[in-house]
Structure formats: structure tokens, C-alpha cells
């Protein structure tokens, strides 16, 4: 089983739509968790940290579950600039983080 | 300002040819990452540095060889390269728990 895992789409949603991801993490003493954006061909960004008590920026909305060990990202009201591909990132020590293999978002007008 | 800087971004290599892709961060990260991205697919760890001196093997190591010649480099070898080698390789850091990894550009790698 890989320690992160994410579906990997894609998402095909109209613009304007709420949409959301899920991604899961074997490892219970993990500790940080972030989302990134990837734009073809770039270099991934960091989106936005995930605490334990939510995140939210803007339209976007991150949220921690424990118990269930899977973290998640909500975007409302979608925008096309949002088509990309969004990876989580969960800590797997303390000197290393591990990346999902990421979701494909592509948001139609 | 700079972050994480990788040389080259592009490269093409002969079948069998060697290379070293560079990579350097001014941030004080302890921790140094290699990462290879196909076309459409996530990225693959290669091999990854806890600390100066440390390197351990990630999940796509072969025909790789690497050197953390200090805390701010870290060097990704392919002694003899194959076809199998063309993708994107992305070099990111990071620091200690609970802050994010930043990667560099990218070095785009095309073996004929």
C-alpha cells in the first residue's frame, strides 16, 4: 500500500461547480499535511497547509480527519484558472515528506 | 531570493552518455528531494537526503547515483543513460517539520 494515495481523475466539472478531493495517508504519526498545485509543465506550489482544525482560503477549503487518515480540499465555485493537478503532501518522518501521485482537475466553460 | 535553483533545464543525452543535474537551495533545508514526472503521470521519488551526508533510495532509484556534497546541494547522477531516463526531474527541500517543500524549475531530459 503507498503511504499517500489520491484519485487520480481526471475531474471534469463546468465552471462554477464545487468539487472535491479526498487523499489518504498510512501513516498515523504523520504530522504535516499540505495541498500543492501543479500547472502542466510546472514545478508544484505550495496551495495551502492543512491543520487540524480546517483551512480555509477563499474558495478553497482543507480539512484534516484523523480518525480516518485522509485529508481533503474543497474548491466552490470553480473557476477555469483552477484546472490543474492538485497533490497532497503528508509527512512520513520528520525529515521527509511524501507526495501523492496527484488529481487531475480540468474545469469546462 | 532564489530558493531551489536547477541546472540545466533542458538537456538532450545520447543513449549510454553520463551526466549530472545540479541542484542548490539557500534556504537551510535539511532535507533534499529528487523527484523524476513522466508525461501525465505523478511524481516518482528517486532518492532523497535527510541531513549533510545522509542519502537514502526512494522509490525509483535505479540507474541513479547521488551526493549531498553539503547542505546546499545535492546532485542527481545517471552514469549511463537510457531512453527509459527521459522524463522531467524535479529537485525540492525542505526544512523541518511542518513547512512546506519548494522545488526548482525542472531539468526537461530527453535520452535518444
Known amino acids: 500500500r503507498k503511504e499517500v494515495e489520491q484519485d487520480p481523475g481526471p475531474f471534469n466539472v463546468p465552471e462554477g461547480a464545487t468539487v472535491a478531493f479526498n487523499c489518504t495517508y498510512s501513516?498515523?504519526?504523520?504530522?504535516?499535511f499540505f495541498w500543492y498545485r501543479q500547472d502542466c509543465r510546472k514545478e508544484p506550489k505550495l496551495l495551502m497547509s492543512?491543520?487540524?482544525s480546517g483551512n480555509e482560503d477563499g474558495r478553497f477549503t482543507a480539512q484534516l480527519n484523523r480518525a480516518s487518515q485522509y485529508i481533503s480540499l474543497l474548491i466552490r465555485d470553480s473557476k477555469l484558472s483552477d484546472s490543474a493537478t492538485y497533490l497532497c503532501v503528508v509527512d512520513s518522518s520528520a525529515s521527509k515528506i511524501i507526495f501523492g501521485s496527484g488529481t487531475r482537475l480540468s474545469i469546462r466553460p | 531570493n532564489a530558493g531551489v535553483t536547477q541546472t540545466p533545464k533542458f538537456q538532450v543525452l545520447k543513449t549510454g552518455q553520463s551526466m549530472t543535474l545540479q541542484c542548490a537551495q539557500d534556504?537551510?533545508?535539511?532535507?533534499m528531494y529528487w523527484y523524476r514526472q513522466d508525461p501525465g503521470m505523478g511524481l516518482r521519488l528517486i532518492y532523497y537526503?535527510?541531513?549533510?551526508?545522509?542519502?537514502d533510495k526512494g522509490e525509483v532509484p535505479n540507474g541513479y547515483n547521488v551526493s549531498r556534497l553539503n547542505k546546499r546541494e545535492f546532485s542527481l547522477r545517471l552514469e549511463s543513460a537510457a531512453p527509459s531516463q527521459t522524463s522531467v526531474y524535479f529537485c525540492?527541500?525542505?526544512?523541518?517539520?511542518?513547512?512546506?517543500?519548494?522545488f526548482g524549475q525542472g531539468t526537461r531530459l530527453t535520452v535518444v
Open positions: 492543512v491543520y487540524s
Open positions: 501513516n498515523s504519526a504523520s504530522q504535516s
Open positions: 534556504m537551510n533545508h535539511n532535507s
Open positions: 525540492a527541500s525542505s526544512g523541518n517539520r511542518h513547512t512546506e517543500a519548494f
Open positions: 537526503s535527510a541531513s549533510e551526508g545522509t542519502t
